[in-house]
Each structure stands twice: as C-alpha cells, then as structure tokens.
T-cell receptor
Framework: GNSVTQMEGPVTLSEEAFLTINCTYT??????LFWYVQYPGEGLQLLLK?????DKGSNKGFEATYRKETTSFHLEKGSVQVSDSAVYFC???????????FGKGTLLTVNP | DADVTQTPRNRITKTGKRIMLECSQT?????MYWYRQDPGLGLRLIYY???????NKGEISDGYSVSRQAQAKFSLSLESAIPNQTALYFC??????????????FGPGTRLTVL
C-alpha cells in the first residue's frame, strides 16, 4: 500500500537558518505529492505540491522537488522565520479516489 | 467567513455517550472527508464521501458512522464514545473539477476528549 515517511521531529532552528525536512514515499506508479502546514490552533493548509517527476513545488520561500529515482519530496527553505513555526505534513495521492496518505508530521520551532 | 466550518470546536464527553461532530462547507465541493489526528500518528482517514449518495470507509472507520445530509454537510458520529477516541478531528473538502490539482481544504478542527 501507499505510505509516507517523514523526518521525526521536533526540529528547532534559529531564525534565518536553513531548513530541510525529509520525506520519502512508497507507492505504485506516479503519485502526486504535497506538503501541508498546520499553524498552531488551525487546520491544515496546502503549502506546495508536485504532480510529476522532476516537478518543483514552491510557495512562501519553501521548495520541494519530486524525485522519483529516490522516491523523495524533501521540503527546504533557505532562511526560516519565527512565523514558520508549525507542523509540516508530507502527503501523497495515488489513484482516482483523491484520498490523501499523510506522514506523521514534523514540528518545527523557529527561535528569534 | 471560513469556507469549511466545524462544530463544536471543543467537546468533552463521557465514555458511552453518543456524540456528533458537524461539518459545513460553502465551497460547493462534492467531496468531503473526516480525519482524526493523534500526536505522532499524523492524520488518518475515517470516512469519505464523493457525493450525497456515496459514503466510503477509510482506514479507521470502526466505532464511527457518518451522514451526508446535503452537499454542504457531512456529520461524524461516535455511537458510544471511548477514551481512545480522544483526538483532534478534521473535516476536509475537495473538488478536482474546480481546483484541478486535488487540493483538500481543511476545517479548523474539533478537539474531542472522552473521559
């Protein structure tokens, strides 16, 4: 079946540090890949997505590249801000039923 | 106004009680979902509905039931609540015909505690 494995947290960084949150997946064929972000007390919001191999999703300074050869979709940001503190979820969608399979989430805390 | 709303936002109940969580959306989406979130486990799908007449079990449907009263409303019921159903519950909607990219839109969540 489909599965998503992401970096265990929590991750604590200082402001302006470089961020990487690793995500790898198991799925047949060519899934679509997503990163969702959950700010404290809120629901999940789509951060970025990629629908085919070698696509790069980007938003708000975050980037992730769909790497089929390594089945990965790592999230990166060059310079994090305190406002980026949140839980980040990697997810995939495979097939026509539009169900999402989520990773366990990674808590990011950015200190000033 | 929020596109996906959930009521109540917080609920404390006792073991054995029946409880209903409600979700309403103004996005006009056909597809609706219920997830639960537990620390360290991410989100897991409980039920999903692709239209008013279509209800499907997710990966953890035991102990839950749902009702799709209208396109805009999707309710989750716990017939006899137990403590391990204590979790954060999210409703979500999607409509690939509109978004074209399979994005799901989430409500703010309902925090349920079963004593």
């Amino acid at each position: 079946g489909n599965s998503v494995t992401q970096m265990e947290g929590p991750v604590t960084l200082s402001e302006e540090a470089f961020l990487t949150i690793n995500c790898t997946y198991t799925a047949t064929g060519y899934p679509s890949l997503f990163w969702y972000v959950q700010y404290p007390g809120e629901g999940l919001q789509l951060l970025l997505k990629a629908t085919k191999a070698d696509d790069k999703g980007s938003n708000k300074g975050f980037e992730a590249t769909y790497r089929k050869e390594t089945t990965s979709f790592h999230l990166e940001k060059g310079s994090v801000q305190v406002s980026d503190s949140a839980v980040y979820f990697c997810a995939l969608r495979r097939g026509s039923n539009y169900k999402l399979t989520f990773g366990k989430g990674t808590l990011l805390t950015v200190n000033p | 106004d929020a596109d996906v709303t959930q009521t109540p936002r917080n609920r404390i109940t006792k073991t054995g009680k029946r409880i209903m969580l409600e979700c309403s959306q103004t996005k006009g989406h056909d597809r609706m979902y219920w997830y639960r979130q537990d620390p360290g486990l991410g989100l897991r799908l409980i039920y999903y509905s692709f239209d008013v007449k279509d209800i499907n079990k997710g990966e953890i449907s035991d102990g839950y039931s749902v009702s799709r009263q209208a396109q805009a409303k999707f309710s989750l019921s716990l017939e006899s609540a137990i403590p391990n159903q204590t979790a954060l519950y999210f409703c979500a909607t999607s409509d690939p015909g509109t978004s074209g990219d399979n994005e799901q839109f989430f409500g703010p969540g309902t925090r349920l505690t079963v004593l």
